[in-house]
């Protein structure tokens, strides 16, 4: 897909530098013809319209994703976007504390499962990159 005003091209790159190219292939050449038009429009409108934006650096969005990520319980896309996080500059100790500040204010359910599926995202993306991520800066 492409758009006129470049919101898709530049989805595109953004996702493939938050997410990785990898995923994001799976993602779209794995979509359906029912499913693809919900890849495109996530691809222009969540990482090229809205992520595109100078506003908020891409780490600070990692932050808002996982809180509010957490918050529904999405525990798929929270375990995305963890992995996200570790790319755009987050560390373990940032992560663990957006979720205990997600127990504090969504409660502690929404933290545990949260924890949870940070805790496999970190190990996932420890085997992804072969190296142990650092717990801070």
Same mark, same amino acid.
């Given at each position: 897909?492409?758009?006129?005003?470049? &919101?898709?091209?530049?989805?595109?790159? !953004?996702?493939? /530098?938050? %997410?990785? #190219?990898?995923?994001?292939?799976?993602? *779209?050449?794995?979509?359906?013809?029912?499913?693809?038009?919900?890849?495109?429009?996530?691809?222009?409108?969540?990482?090229?319209?809205?992520?595109?934006?100078?506003?908020? &650096?891409?780490?600070?969005?990692?932050? !808002?994703?996982? /809180?509010? %990520?957490? #918050?529904?319980?999405?525990?798929?896309? *929270?375990?995305?976007?963890?992995?996200?996080?570790?790319?755009?500059?987050?560390?373990?100790?940032?992560?663990?504390?957006?979720?205990?500040?997600?127990?504090?204010?969504?409660?502690?359910?929404?933290?545990?499962?949260?924890?949870?599926?940070?805790?496999? #995202?970190?190990?996932?993306?420890?085997?992804?990159?072969?190296?142990?991520?650092?717990?801070?800066?």
């Amino acid at each position: 897909m492409s758009t006129s005003d470049g &919101r898709f091209e530049q989805g595109i790159e !953004i996702r493939r /530098a938050v %997410l990785g #190219a990898e995923h994001v292939a799976r993602s *779209l050449d794995g979509a359906s013809e029912f499913g693809r038009p919900l890849q495109d429009f996530v691809t222009e409108s969540c990482w090229g319209a809205v992520g595109g934006r100078d506003g908020l &650096r891409r780490q600070t969005r990692s932050i !808002i994703n996982i /809180a509010l %990520l957490s #918050a529904l319980n999405r525990q798929h896309e *929270l375990g995305v976007h963890v992995r996200g996080a570790l790319r755009n500059g987050c560390t373990v100790e940032e992560i663990r504390e957006i979720i205990l500040q997600v127990a504090v204010y969504c409660g502690v359910p929404a933290a545990i499962e949260a924890n949870r599926t940070a805790e496999a #995202a970190l190990r996932d993306y420890e085997r992804e990159v072969a190296q142990p991520v650092a717990d801070s800066p």
